[in-house]
T-cell receptor, first 116, second 113 residues
Framework: AQTVTQSQPEMSVQEAETVTLSCTYDTSESDYYLFWYKQPPSRQMILVIR????KQQNATENRFSVNFQKAAKSFSLKISDSQLGDAAMYFCAYRGNAGNNRKLIWGLGTSLAVNP | KAGVTQTPRYLIKTRGQQVTLSCSPI?????VSWYQQTPGQGLQFLFEYFSETQRNKGNFPGRFSGRQFSNSRSEMNVSTLELGDSALYLC????????????FGPGTRLTVT
């Protein structure tokens, strides 16, 4: 079975600084997606960034980028120039691409605080 | 385009009762997935519906059930509520089961007393 592990329950960063959130996963599949979702206090789940496993190039979305290490099964999120609005729970998620594995499997999340 | 809507947003029920939650997907989306979020277990997949058929199911007891209507709206039902069913229930819609992109609703906060 696939699992997702986020080893940092809480993190903090100074405004305008850079922070990296860690995520590791376990799977025997070769075709899958990885995601980072953000859940602010409003509880609305928002997609931050996604990575297709077959792509070697790391995904980037404005201030958000990932370091995808497929062999190591590692998928970290880097937030540059942190803003107060980045404060939220961040969840790493895995989705297989075949049959019954097409469902999101989630890590337990990392609570990110941004200090002014 | 309107987002995913979930009703009600908040619900308080008593142990032993049953509850029905509703989710309306984004217009044109035909796939709806449900997730349970609790502080202890985190986010867990409940089930997915596409074209009125359950396509995938998580590891939840039979007290948890769902259905999807011809207009793609989905309901989930929990019978014989237990205290541990207190959670945020999230619904997500996508255009189909093979697509990776899911759009989440604001959730229904269920409290069982």
């Amino acid at each position: 079975a696939q699992t997702v592990t986020q080893s940092q329950p809480e993190m903090s960063v100074q405004e305008a600084e850079t922070v990296t959130l860690s995520c590791t996963y376990d799977t025997s599949e070769s075709d899958y997606y990885l995601f980072w979702y953000k859940q602010p206090p409003s509880r609305q789940m928002i997609l931050v960034i996604r990575q297709e496993a077959y792509k070697q190039q790391n995904a980037t979305e404005n201030r958000f980028s990932v370091n995808f290490q497929k062999a190591a099964k590692s998928f970290s999120l880097k937030i540059s120039d942190s803003q107060l609005g980045d404060a939220a729970m961040y969840f790493c998620a895995y989705r297989g691409n075949a049959g019954n594995n097409r469902k999101l499997i989630w890590g337990l999340g990392t609570s990110l605080a941004v200090n002014p | 385009k309107a987002g995913v809507t979930q009703t009600p947003r908040y619900l308080i029920k008593t142990r032993g009762q049953q509850v029905t939650l509703s989710c309306s997907p984004i217009s044109g989306h035909r796939s709806v997935s449900w997730y349970q979020q609790t502080p202890g277990q985190g986010l867990q997949f409940l089930f997915e519906y596409f074209s009125e058929t359950q396509r995938n199911k998580g590891n939840f007891p039979g007290r948890f059930s769902g259905r999807q209507f011809s207009n793609s709206r989905s309901e989930m039902n929990v019978s014989t509520l237990e205290l541990g069913d207190s959670a945020l229930y999230l619904c997500a819609s996508s255009s189909g089961p093979g697509t990776w992109e899911q759009y989440f609703g604001p959730g229904t906060r269920l409290t069982v007393t």
